[in-house]
């Protein structure tokens, strides 16, 4: 499985005025695991979106568990790990922590989707290509 380790501060905006972390930062932080994790194998967002020719891998569905709160200034782990890979989506699953104390485990499912041929064309998933579910442990 590959799997990639990341940390982040919360930051003051990142937390309500008890000094908890809001909740929809937990997707932002699942997000930037999903991308460092693609870098960290070779596949940055920017020039992996551009070879293939694709306008990114879109969220299509998500969903996350909440163990024990992420505070101001905590130093938060995140590790991201792909679960599986399938023709055209893939599972990536965060697991989110300050120390040994786990906060939260979540999970994105993305979809390769191609560029339109036409500007404002409609979006569709594709095959994600052999050498990417390679790398991703597909």
């Not at 697991?95 to 993305?110: D, I, Q, T």
Request: aromatic share 12%; hydrophobic share 40%; net charge negative.
């Amino acid at each position: 499985m590959i799997a990639n380790t990341m940390q982040v501060k919360v930051r003051w905006g990142d937390a309500d005025p008890a000094g908890i972390a809001f909740y929809p930062r937990f997707y932002e932080w699942y997000d930037l695991g999903t991308e460092t994790l693609f870098a960290s194998i070779g596949l940055p967002f920017p020039e992996t979106f551009e070879r293939y020719g694709i306008v990114g891998v879109p969220i299509v569905e998500s969903g996350a568990t909440f163990l024990s709160p992420a505070r101001w200034a905590d130093v938060l782990t995140i590790r991201s790990s792909v679960a599986w890979v399938r023709d055209k989506t893939f599972r990536v699953e965060h697991e989110v922590s300050v120390g040994e104390r786990p906060c939260a485990r979540g999970f994105e499912v993305r979809a390769w989707v191609e560029r339109p041929v036409t500007p404002g064309g409609a979006l569709h998933a594709e095959s994600i290509p052999a050498e990417v579910r390679q790398r991703l442990g597909g």
